[in-house]
């Protein structure tokens, strides 16, 4: 008897990153979060890549793991190879609370970790009893593999400095508020600090001012919309806090050189 597929199992999914590339840059350089956690496996290339609003460089064999509603971004210079895994935002599978970026030198490690994710990807696209179930443990694996190495990893801890502290709250901020149109100002006025000193300190931490940082955010956002959704485009407008919809169509054509229907033509 000739089984009938199922539908993928919701808040599971593994997709390779040139995949995940497609579609344009700004897929991974912009900044923007996600309302699931999600691990991203680089097992070759190398870039840059923001979380909480702090640069580092990641290689091969580098792990990044995000929280649900982790602002991030990543640049793909060259050929740049692994997987994007995206997970279900279940407690029961006590993932970190925090974002980590972890880098294996030791092929066991790394055999260990590729191994687990292909055995998701697997589950996923097989169409086998008890299948949810599967997946569920599988990412239970993943998150038991992924507390052994924080263990084994005393440094990741190592507190971060005022300004990379400082840039990661602005970046929660941004997330918490991205519909209120708060300037950057309003936001430094929240956290109790200058507007220039915040300035400087996402500076130092990602080599962008805070200004930067918050109108990537929002840009992202606004393609995701204008690409994925058929809303007017005065209502995406009012949704990303822009007082009117030819402020920005001004400020979007700014930023990509197109305005929000020519981008939807082409997306």
Known sequence: MTQIPQAAPAGFRVTHLNRFAQGGRWRTEAMRSYRQPVLIWFTRGQGRITVSG???GYG???LVFLPAGTMHGFDTPGQVFGSVVFLPPDPALMLPD???HLRFRDSTQQNELTGLI???AREIEGNLPARERALHYRAGLVAVWIERQIAQMPEITTPPDASRRLAAAYSALIEQDLTSGRSVAEYAAVLG???THLSRACNIASGRPASALLADRILFEARRLLS???LPVGDI???LGFTSAAYFTRSFH????LTPTQFRAQA
């Open 193 to 195: 600090v200058s507007p």
């Open 54 to 56: 702090v640069t580092r």
């Open 228 to 230: 994925e959704t058929r």
């Open 118 to 120: 292909d055995a998701l």
């Open 98 to 100: 925090q974002a980590l």
């Open 254 to 257: 700014r930023q990509t050189g």
């Open 60 to 62: 091969p064999h580098n």
């Open 237 to 239: 407008a009012a949704a």
